[in-house]
């Protein structure tokens, strides 16, 4: 698209005093997006669609595009830098051929996350979908780093497994310190650790707020999400070993819409209420 585009991408604007990159679109594998340079890449197809095509277009496909996004369309298109279409008949097979290979990959990456749910499901762990912040992969990601939990008797054997425990410093008399992270467990396990805890400090209001008194303390993101990370570890033991659900003190917590935002259909909803909810 920077040969057929250039600008499609973003332009680099002059706003408020200050230069910055205005993009057409928020998200460049977005459906419209997608969609424009699937049928209309070149600036001048935007230009011959015009506004009022623009519109019918948006209309007839569901491309939800706004008055604003479509003058940047126009605005972009006619002031673009980029070659005549008759001389980029190359870059246009390669640009098809490239969305080809990007739909074939986003249906088996579908595929694989449908057989994930099922297999989830059948598992103990399909209880950590009950956490807000925890999806589907991660909460398999976890599973299979876990693993049988009659190995361990508690939740530090598992953090020390992946090497995020904290390490004791102590030296010359002084009170011990806890300084840095052993790295002595298994990286792979230690990598979704460090994920399940930035993907808590995002997306889960009551570990936000851990998240952000430790960053007022002075510790370093990353610190933070490896802390976080290990508290959803400890959680996630508990969890599967007592086989309890997540209790949010979040006075907007609905376990169905959570489920329901995590869960493709309403037959894999229903295995979860039936296998993991008393009546």
């Known amino acids: 698209m920077d040969h057929i585009f250039r600008?499609?991408?973003?332009?680099?604007?002059?706003?408020?005093?200050?230069?910055?990159?205005?993009?057409?679109?928020?998200?460049?594998?977005?459906?419209?997006?997608?969609?424009?340079?699937?049928?209309?890449?070149?600036?001048?197809?935007?230009?011959e669609l015009g506004a009022k095509g623009l519109r019918a277009l948006s209309i007839e496909h569901n491309l939800k595009l706004r008055d604003a996004v479509i003058e940047r369309l126009l605005w972009y298109a006619e002031e673009s830098i980029s070659k005549p279409k008759e001389a980029l008949a190359g870059e246009l097979l390669l640009l098809r051929l490239k969305l080809d290979e990007y739909d074939l990959i986003r249906r088996q990456v579908t595929e694989l996350e449908e057989v994930i749910e099922e297999l989830l499901l059948e598992t103990d762990s399909g209880i950590l979908l009950s956490v807000l912040g925890i999806g589907v992969i991660l909460a398999a990601e976890l599973t299979a780093e876990m693993g049988?939990?009659?190995?361990?008797?508690?939740?530090?054997?598992?953090i020390k497994m992946a090497g995020t425990n904290p390490v004791v410093k102590q030296s010359g008399g002084k009170k011990a310190t806890h300084f840095?992270?052993?790295?002595?467990?298994?990286?792979?396990?230690?990598?979704?650790?460090?994920?399940?805890?930035k993907c808590a400090a995002l997306h889960n209001p009551?570990?936000?707020?851990?998240?952000?008194?430790?960053?007022?303390?002075?510790?370093?993101?990353?610190?933070?999400?490896?802390?976080?990370?290990?508290?959803?570890?400890?959680?996630?033991?508990?969890?599967?070993?007592?086989?309890?659900?997540?209790?949010?003190?979040?006075?907007?917590?609905?376990?169905?819409?959570?489920?329901?935002?995590?869960?493709?259909?309403?037959?894999?909803?229903?295995v979860f209420f039936s296998r993991f909810v008393s009546v």
């Open 206 to 270: 009551e570990r936000n707020a851990r998240y952000r008194r430790m960053k007022e303390q002075g510790k370093l993101t990353g610190q933070a999400y490896i802390a976080i990370g290990n508290r959803i570890v400890r959680l996630a033991y508990a969890m599967r070993k007592h086989q309890t659900l997540y209790q949010s003190t979040c006075p907007d917590y609905v376990l169905q819409k959570v489920i329901a935002g995590k869960l493709r259909n309403k037959p894999k909803q229903a």
């Open 180 to 197: 840095a992270i052993s790295k002595q467990g298994r990286a792979p396990f230690r990598g979704i650790v460090y994920q399940a805890g």
């Open 148 to 158: 049988d939990l009659e190995a361990f008797t508690n939740a530090g054997q598992l």
């Open 7 to 47: 600008e499609f991408q973003g332009k680099n604007v002059r706003k408020d005093g200050k230069n910055q990159v205005v993009k057409i679109v928020d998200e460049f594998t977005s459906k419209t997006s997608l969609f424009l340079m699937r049928h209309y890449p070149h600036p001048s197809d935007i230009i």
